[in-house]
DNA sequence: CCTGTCACG
DNA sequence: GACGTACGTGACAGGG
């Protein structure tokens, strides 16, 4: 039905039904796992209210909940003051937000919002194109920024007192019609949006003066006819400021949307999509409301004891890949992208002919809605495997266009009210970007497991699906073969792939409904919310602009590189007396070991010598072989891993290398990067720092690094209550000599640099779990020096030795640790005998202090695309502790002040720390220069 | 494909 | 009483 004259749209400001209920209502949480849900119950009960209320001749026919987009408006880059002076959400609202979203969509209403855009912006404008096209709408707010808004068919109602809004009722509050009201805004200015205003003027003045000279802009022309002095200098001199707040509340009612009034509709809801989420939600009163007025049985709420289990894979259809349609036309996918809009999810899942997304080329993408029913879309698979002569290139029949199958898929992949569900959604986002589409908002299986299973089991979509669906996927090798003859996916035939790629699909689509539901009962949802979900798309927007590396640097070092080593291999040779292989550690050992008979060797598992540098080294310094099989070890890693690997990783296209993030690459919360892997670039030694030489900035840009200082540290003095340390920290001490002063009993200045290191070697001991044997390993010395060391140090700061106490005793019972930010990370095997459990024993040491640490780090990235927005600087990449921009020259100063106050500042609202945290800045031409 | 080695935080 | 141990990663080469 298209929208027109007759037709009456309702427009909710769902934000401040949001907080609203939020501040209405005590804070509730979730009887079975503690969840905040306050501000949601208050919100579905609003809206049940609402649509209860929607009967009669004034009903409205389409409907909408408008909600602010987060992070910053096109009003901050007019005046980055803007809402500045607004405290962050409360910490308990937060994971509260994308549940209200949920909630609209159960109650079957369009839920729209805008990346860039306030909810007033997509408001004005859905409120004029309604007017336009001669019909009625109403918005319900109570928000006066809006009241600029009516008049020709536009009305406000505050549903608080149930009154409406018109013409009068904005001329009652601003003394001027709606026309004038943003005049109004101008000179009143506005506190609660720190929106400047003229001082000293406030609503009642503005109005004398618009009404007496007409509108604004004649004020401010002749605002010298003024009579009151100070009045009129402030007009006069403030006029750019005046002028600005008219911009700032002037609302754009010319945005260009992605849907139209026609797609907002009244739609009844779904009973199961409804009733299912207030279940799920637990809200018993309204769940039973609802379930009478629906006429039917309102579902059971599982109690508190019952919460666990394997999942409810209840009247879940089978798995089965014949049941899979091929969608080949337009008006096939048209029906499943209407599927998707009616639903409000979709598992989506990409094929492509690459592992690598900075090159990969879509071969297809699945769809499903609903389990056990998926569509797979071939788009560009190829002739050619199995009859390759002229195939190469040639499609296979059958298929839409690319272009075709794009065009119509684009607007429900970026559009807000439908969620796409993927398996490791980076990678298929960042195919879709390459095909300009910016994919959200998204749901991911791979990190939902993370979040609530870290430390158990791994989170690849095979392990999965065996685990909690107790299915097998059909392996890909079937499709593709192995090693040498395999084939890539667009040379499959579309028959085969329609089968395996929508099972990706409905495999996706189960796993989320099975971990959606416990996410909540895992109390991990905020750990989801606000460290796992936003970081997706800040790593694929760091990953896909990579960072630029000279490929003639490397290639320099890796020429001299094989000259050294030739030299240093007729060395070894005449050392020994004959030539071997000096890359095998077997043959190294033998000639140490037999030939030279030395002492101290070792021999593997598996019976053949171990040489490890540690070994080496001791003998290095008697033994001219062992000290040149180590220099030839540090040139071969050099050269294999960096100088050379590296160059092949330049993309062709961009000139740069392009790494790739696992978000789930450690248990801990660190993420790993691999492809290349730029997280273990050298920097000890001066030979192998000057690799970091070779990754550059452009022309006319920097590279700069900033790194948290000791933020482990700083962090266990945090959590383990170390009064000394933390004094230390907050007093900017040296706190390796600090602690040798405490530990060894040296005044501060009479500190040497090898009391120092001991110390230093003990703090880094403890954070990963100290024990006798690693610390005397370490340094070098006796196993019972060393545990004197350890000894004294836990008699001079007693907390540390309570924290790992407390520590292992909370891993023992609960089978994990958590974050100072509620990260779970599990340790199975604490519990287990002998070695096993030692192990575990110090990796749950260490992870909440690692893992904390990681949190805050993840923290700043994902506040750091809102904090430089406006800035000439891209984040490039992460080092656990580390991250490292390219900005413009003249930007500098500005670009580390930003990043500084970001990363300095992560922890909070959420943790204040009773330490600071300190970040140090480099700049340079290369990453040499600039870490 | 697994193991040993070594690069990073 | 002996044993084996610092925490977290990824890439490469050798060898079966």
Sequence with gaps: MSFGKGCHLHLIDGSAFIFRAYHALPPLTRKSDGLPIGAVAGFCNMLHRYVEGNTGPDAPTHVAVIFDYSGKSFRNEMYDLYKANRPPAPEDLVPQFPLTRDATRAFNIACKEVEGFEADDIIATLAHQARDAGGRCTIISSDKDLMQLVGGGVEMLDAMKNKRIDVDGVREKFGVGPERVVDVQ????????????????????????????????????????????????????????????????????????????????????????????????????????????????????????????????????????????????????????????????????????????????????????????????????????????????????????????????????????????????????????????????????????????????????????????????????????????????????????????????????????????????????????????????????????????????????????????????????????????????????????????????????????????????????????????????????????????????????????????????ANTGRMASSDPNLQNIPVRTEEGRRIREAFVSEQGKTLISLDYSQIELRILAHIAEIDALKEAFRDGQDIHAMTASEVFGVPMDEMTGEIRRRAKAINFGVIYGISGFGLARNLRIPRGEAQDFINRYFERFPGIRTYMDSTKEFAKEHGYVQTLFGRKIHTPEINAKGPRASFAYRAAINAPIQGTAADIIRRAMIRMPAAIKGLPMKMLLQVHDELIFEVEDDAIEDAIGAARDVMQGAAEPAVKLDVPLIVDAGRGQNWAEAH
């Design 186 to 665: 101008a000179l009143a200015g506005d506190s609660v949006d720190n929106v400047p205003g003229a001082p000293g003027i406030g609503i009642k003045t503005a109005a004398l003066l618009i009404n007496e000279f007409g509108d604004l802009e004649s004020l401010l022309d002749r605002a010298e006819e003024i009579k009151q002095p100070k009045r009129r200098q402030t007009l006069i001199e403030k006029r750019d400021q005046i002028e600005l707040s008219k911009r700032l509340a002037q609302l754009d009612c010319e945005m260009e949307l992605d849907f139209s009034l026609e797609d907002l509709e009244v739609q009844e809801p779904e009973a199961d999509t409804l009733l299912g989420f207030l279940g799920e939600m637990e809200f018993r009163t309204l769940l039973k409301r609802v379930a009478d007025q629906l006429g039917v049985e309102a579902p059971a709420i599982a109690e508190p004891s019952a919460a666990e289990g394997a999942g409810s894979s209840e009247e879940l259809a089978p798995i089965d890949p014949d049941a899979y349609e091929c969608v080949r036309d337009a008006s096939a996918l048209e029906s499943w992208i209407a599927q998707s809009y009616a639903r409000g999810y979709v598992a989506v899942d990409t094929e492509t002919n690459s592992l690598n997304e900075m090159v990969a080329e879509l071969a297809g993408i699945c769809l499903s809605v609903e389990t056990g029913s998926a569509c797979y879309v071939p788009v560009g698979h190829k002739k050619g495997a199995n009859d390759d002569l002229f195939g190469g290139e040639e499609l296979q029949p059958g298929q839409m266009g690319l272009n075709d199958a794009l065009a119509l898929l684009k607007p429900m992949l970026e559009d807000p009210s439908v969620l796409k569900i993927f398996q490791n959604a980076k990678y298929d986002c960042k195919i879709f970007k390459r095909y300009g589409i910016d994919v959200a908002p998204i749901d991911d299986t791979m990190l939902l497991s993370y979040a609530m299973h870290a430390g158990e089991h791994n989170h690849g979509m095979d392990a999965l699906s065996e685990r909690y669906l107790e299915h097998t996927p059909i392996p890909i090798k079937t499709l593709l073969g192995t090693g040498k003859s395999a084939i890539t996916f667009d040379k499959v035939p579309i028959e085969d792939a329609v089968k395996y790629a929508a099972e990706d699909a409905d495999v996706t689509l189960r796993l989320w409904k099975i971990f959606k539901q416990r996410l909540h009962s895992k109390k991990v949802t905020t750990v989801y919310e606000t460290l796992e979900r936003p970081l997706v798309p800040v790593l694929a927007e760091m990953e896909m602009h990579g960072i630029k590396v000279d490929r003639d640097t490397l290639s320099r070092m890796s020429n001299a590189f094989a000259q050294k080593m030739a030299g240093l291999e007729a060395e070894l040779y005449e050392l020994a007396g004959h030539e071997f292989n000096v890359q095998s550690p077997a043959q190294v050992g033998a000639i140490l070991f037999e030939e030279m008979a030395l002492e101290g060797g070792k021999k593997t598992k598996t019976g053949q010598w171990s040489t490890p540098a540690d070994v080496l080294e001791d003998l290095a310094a008697t033994h001219d072989f062992a000290a040149r099989v180590l220099d030839y070890r540090q040139l071969q890693k050099l050269k294999s891993t960096y100088t050379d690997a590296l160059q092949e990783h330049i993309n062709k296209d961009t000139g740069r290398v392009h790494t790739s993030y696992v978000q789930t690459g």
